[in-house]
């Protein structure tokens, strides 16, 4: 089962305009994870956030996790056309020393110049 | 710099046709490698993972197996294929330890 689901399924903005995608999840977790996925390619890692923290940047995104409410958002300031693409939650559980990820369905995001 | 190969990178096979599809890891040692499949509009699908040379751990009951005969070389196969198979294949790296993963290119499957 999808232990990430992210909302919404699709978003469709202006270049310069930000764009915000929330993910929920249902157990506990060591860290969450977001990627990005161009179409018909591989998953690119954008960044990760550990159970531990609350907000974390790299460059023109912005994570937050709420562990309470079981959340994250992912936010791209100043989007631009080649921020288009797909982009997931992914939840690493608590295993033995090892990473396993649950990836939700994912978020489309189409940035129109 | 850490590289995954995968391939094929598109493939068309006939239902009940074998598969193997192979994944290579350059610039990394002992990695875990992990194989997910993707749906068409969906995320992804754990289906394997290893944490060394021989050791497979299988997420979800299939007609697929995996198998790793060497520190860098993960394999995905199958010996006969289902319409449900087709899908987008990617396979990935992280290493030992919890952290962010590094995936391949994919290899597109179409079974026919």
């Known amino acids: 089962s999808q232990q990430g689901e992210e909302d919404p399924q699709a978003l469709s903005i202006q270049e310069g305009e930000n764009a915000t995608m929330n993910c929920s999840y249902k157990?506990?977790?060591?860290?969450l994870q977001w990627y990005r996925q161009n179409s018909g390619r591989g998953l690119v890692h954008l960044i990760l956030i550990r159970s531990n923290e609350r907000e974390k940047h790299s460059g023109r995104l912005r994570v937050t996790l709420d562990t309470s409410k079981k959340s994250s958002s992912l936010l791209i300031t100043a989007s631009r056309a080649a921020d288009t693409a797909s982009y997931f939650c992914a939840t690493d559980g608590k295993n033995s020393g090892y990473s396993t990820l649950t990836f939700g369905k994912g978020t489309m995001l189409l940035v129109s110049p | 710099s850490q590289t995954i190969h995968q391939w094929p990178a598109t493939l068309v096979q006939p239902v009940g046709s074998p598969l193997s599809l192979e994944c290579t890891v350059e610039g990394t040692s002992n990695p875990n490698l992990y194989w997910y499949r993707q749906a068409a509009g969906r995320g992804l699908q754990l289906l394997f993972y290893?944490?060394?040379?021989?050791?497979i751990s299988s997420e979800v009951p299939q007609n697929l197996s995996a198998s790793r005969p060497q520190d860098r070389q993960f394999i995905l196969s199958s010996k006969k294929l289902l319409l449900s198979d087709s899908g987008f294949y990617l396979c990935a790296r992280t290493d030992t330890g919890v952290g962010e993963q590094y995936f391949g290119p994919g290899t597109r499957l179409t079974v026919t």
């Open positions: 290893s944490v060394g040379i021989g050791q």
């Open positions: 157990t506990s977790i060591n860290n």
